[in-house]
């Protein structure tokens, strides 16, 4: 990590989250933290997990899912995050 372009935007991933009785589709929102304010320098914070139910159509499942695996989740897609020659001034 490290671009300065990956700081304080929301970033989405899609995922399928499986339980014992279902398989969601969902999206997952995070943001890079820069370390402005209280905020401490390249941490990750979990925005929100959304999933669609028909019927209901998009619903927040953030407060029921396993905090622990969305976090690892995060740093996988963190990780595999796009270079842009642009965030370092390579030309």
């Known amino acids: 990590m490290g671009v300065a372009s990956l700081y304080d935007r929301v970033h ?3 995922c399928e989250l499986d339980a014992d009785f279902i398989t969601l589709d969902c ?3 995070y943001r890079i ?11 990750f914070e979990l925005v929100k997990v ?3 139910i028909a019927g209901s159509g998009e ?3 953030t407060p ?5 695996y969305i976090m690892d989740l995060i740093e996988d ?6 270079y842009h020659w ?3 001034g390579d030309v």
């Open 59 to 61: 619903v927040n499942i």
């Open 12 to 14: 989405t991933f899609d």
């Open 33 to 43: 933290n820069a370390g402005d304010g209280d905020a401490e320098r390249q941490t």
């Open 77 to 82: 897609d963190a990780a595999e995050a796009d």
């Open 86 to 88: 642009t965030d370092h």
């Open 27 to 29: 999206q997952v929102s």
């Open 64 to 68: 029921i899912i396993n905090f622990d």
């Open 50 to 52: 959304m999933t669609h």
